[in-house]
């Protein structure tokens, strides 16, 4: 029985035996993790292969010399294919940031806790890297072109070909070949984590501690950062995102000076590399494995993929086509309709009171227009809504709307900003005015517009008195 090789080891460390042995959760590997409680708790590990255990083994007493935060191994089997390491315990970071994952609010302590890991980061790459032999190193000893055409076909193969989706595989490898130039450009004498992700972190008296690198190997320091905070499941808002990538860049220039213009434009390149490295690993474990965890994680990859898209990747012209089409497909197309804002802006005259809110939220926000110069009271525009020009003239030229108006934009773009950010499916903006009929529908039809073409949101403009919807549809 291979577990009869960690009470061996348990003894030989403690003096006694283990009183338990509980086998823990893996994820997308085919080693075996235990914990074996006693009068010392300690992590065992079965392996499958020698030579990753050998490469756990010696990064973890490598980086420990150097003063890194590693679990320490204790004891090894004698055909290496076991051995038993310091128990860290059971907070993962990814469990730590579980909460703000799922609503896109990230709390101080969870804020605190993503600084200083991303903080870390550039002491394992280049202080793990000094006096380090790469050649140890599981499956390969560097990050190299070969690499990186051996991910992208991963995509190509266990992703890209499972959906169906048609394309010229010849296009496709020429804008392979070119990616694996720039991403080339990056080549460093560093340690590449390469799984460097909230699951491979534990969580000790606050503390950041890195687990599972035996993957690791010499290689671009680009890749951990794009690793880390484009993380499928992470579901960083873009603010939270930005912050940690200056915190990484400040932690980075302890070892190396930092020109943050060349930064950004390499790390888009990576960010997008490993995306589709990432689903390549997601086709294979999900849809050939049938593993559940690993499709649930796929819409959120997508979802990644089409941000990355929103700024062209001028330098792969036919993959940028491929992944847009990609993107669109019907599968992915429907899920993200599921998680997508659409904005309903009203218009209504306050004598017949305020709208319903029909999604159930009962959330959003009313403005009353009646501060506003009314030009109902002149006869000559009681015919004319808000949407007619002479109502039009007289409202701007008075002034006021614009002012009232700009308040408006400022505080209704920041919520749409802020549900986009959290995955919030419907907001409601209604304008009253006494009548329904001029600075309402003035106001709704110009806020309508303005998110539309701000956000890129569907909108569902009413204007109730007048018996008028409109859909403004996202692009």
């Known amino acids: 029985m291979k577990e009869s090789k960690l009470f061996r080891l348990y003894r030989e460390v403690t003096g006694s035996d283990p009183t338990a042995i509980d086998e823990l959760p893996s994820s997308g590997s085919n080693r075996r993790y235990f914990r074996l409680s006693g009068s010392q708790p300690l992590i065992g590990v079965i392996g499958t292969v020698a030579s990753e255990n050998e490469a756990f083994i010696y990064l973890a007493d490598h980086f420990g010399k150097r003063g890194l935060p590693v679990p320490k191994v204790l004891a090894i089997s004698a055909d290496r294919m076991a051995y038993v390491q310091q128990d860290l315990g059971d907070t993962l970071l990814f469990n730590a940031l579980e909460k703000g994952c799922k609503t ?36 390969v000893a560097e990050f190299d072109k070969r690499a990186i055409m051996w991910d992208l076909n991963y995509f190509k193969y266990c992703f890209l070909k499972a959906t169906g989706l048609e394309f010229q595989e010849d296009k496709l490898e020429d804008d392979f070949e070119r990616m694996a130039e720039v991403l080339m450009r990056s080549s460093s004498s560093t340690f590449m984590y390469r799984d460097f992700q909230s699951r491979n972190v534990m969580v000790q008296n606050g503390t950041p501690w890195f687990i599972d690198f035996q993957g690791g190997r010499k290689g671009p320091f680009y890749y951990d950062v794009a690793s880390f905070l484009w993380q499928a499941k992470a579901n ?15 932690a980075l220039r302890k070892y190396k000076p930092v020109d943050r213009e060349y930064f950004n434009d390499q790390l888009r390149h990576f960010v997008l590399f490993r995306t589709l490295q990432v689903l390549g690993a997601y086709g294979f474990r999900g849809y050939f494995e049938k593993k559940p965890h690993f499709m649930q994680s796929v819409p959120f990859a997508i979802e990644n993929l089409r941000q990355l898209l929103s700024k062209p990747y001028t330098e792969y012209p036919y993959l940028t086509e491929v992944l847009n089409n990609l993107v669109n497909l019907k599968q992915f197309a429907d899920e993200r309709k599921k998680h997508t804002l659409t904005v309903k802006v009203l218009s209504f005259a306050y004598k017949k009171g305020i709208p319903n809110d029909p999604s159930g939220n009962g959330g959003g926000y009313v403005f009353d227009c009646r501060g506003v110069n009314n030009p109902g009271k002149y006869e000559r525009y009681k015919p004319f809504t808000g949407l007619d020009e002479p109502v039009i003239k007289y409202l701007e030229d008075d002034g006021e709307i614009l002012t009232f108006l700009e308040h408006v934009y400022a505080l209704v773009d920041s919520t749409v900003k802020r549900y986009m950010e959290r995955g919030f499916t419907n907001l409601m903006v209604a304008f009253g005015c006494t009548g329904g009929q001029h600075r309402s529908v003035y106001c709704a039809q110009h806020l309508a517009q303005h998110i539309n073409r701000l956000f890129n949101v569907k909108v569902e403009l009413i204007h109730r008195e007048q018996n008028i919807e409109k859909t403004l549809e996202s692009r």
């Open 236 to 250: 960083f808002p873009d603010s939270l995102r930005q912050e940690l990538v200056d915190e990484y860049v400040d």
């Open 104 to 139: 896109r609010v990230f709390g101080e302590e969870e804020r605190r806790l993503l600084r200083d890991t991303i903080r870390l980061l550039p002491d394992i790459q280049f202080g793990g890297a000094v006096g380090l032999n790469f050649d140890v190193c599981y499956p």
